[in-house]
């Protein structure tokens, strides 16, 4: 398996622009996940789906941020508008609950790094 | 509220020398605990992961003790390599929230030759 996937791996726009970010996670997974990482806040929680349902969505910092997982093999996640505080590096992990005996390891993907001007 | 603390100040460690890092936890009762590793640039790669029933875990050169007691989990890495230079993430997942892990903000290990 070609691992989760994400893309753009970096991105520069200006402040007010639209961004999307992308993933396609490992192939059987149930359960995708959106991290923001930075120096100061280290990796936090956004949103996270099973079964491409949002289950919980309380890390999401504002209206600006909004996530859709369509299917089962893609995933997105939105900022409009961006602002520069929004600058991070983005990560979309998926995991799986029929791994036995359930450990829900999470496998990350390389991650989108965002630079907002 | 739920904390997840780990050293914030990197670890300098000689090569050879067994690296130990600690991972503490308030307000929370874990079923498991979970440690990853972040190399610069890269999404963090599962390492090893304790259950709450269990007091150690091994693999290669990693150990890892579980104290639910003390609210406590150490990382060692024996025989420390240049290689094993990254930043190592402790998370925590309980039954309340099946799935979902709640991270620590990691530590740095440096080993130099």
């Known amino acids: 398996d070609a691992g989760v996937i994400q893309s753009p791996r970096h991105e520069v726009t200006e402040m007010g622009q639209e961004v999307t970010l992308r993933c396609k996670p490992i192939?059987?997974?149930?359960?995708l996940f959106w991290y923001r990482q930075t120096m100061m806040r280290g990796l936090e929680l956004l949103i996270y789906?099973?079964?491409?349902?949002?289950?919980?969505d309380s890390g999401m910092p504002e209206d600006r941020f909004s996530a859709k997982m369509p299917n089962a093999s893609f995933s997105t996640l939105k900022i409009q508008p961006s602002e520069p505080r929004d600058s991070a590096v983005y990560f979309c992990a998926s995991s799986s609950v029929f791994l036995a005996p359930r450990t829900d390891t999470q496998y990350f993907g390389p991650g989108t790094r965002l630079t907002v001007l | 509220s739920q904390k997840i603390e780990q050293n914030s100040e990197a670890l300098n460690i000689q090569e050879g020398k067994t690296a130990t890092l600690t991972c503490n936890y308030t307000?929370?009762?874990?079923?498991?605990l979970q440690w990853y590793r972040q190399d610069p640039g890269r999404g963090p790669v599962f390492l090893l992961l304790i259950r709450e029933n269990e007091k150690e875990k091994r693999k290669e050169r990693l150990k890892v003790t579980f104290d639910t007691t003390l609210k406590q989990s150490l990382f060692h890495i024996t025989a420390s390599q240049p290689a094993d230079s990254a930043t190592y993430l402790c998370a925590l997942g309980s039954t309340d929230s099946w799935g979902k892990l709640q991270f620590g903000a990691g530590t740095q290990v440096v080993v130099t030759p």
């Open positions: 789906f099973n079964n491409n349902v949002p289950i919980d």
């Open positions: 192939s059987g997974h149930d359960y």
């Open positions: 307000n929370y009762s874990p079923a498991y």
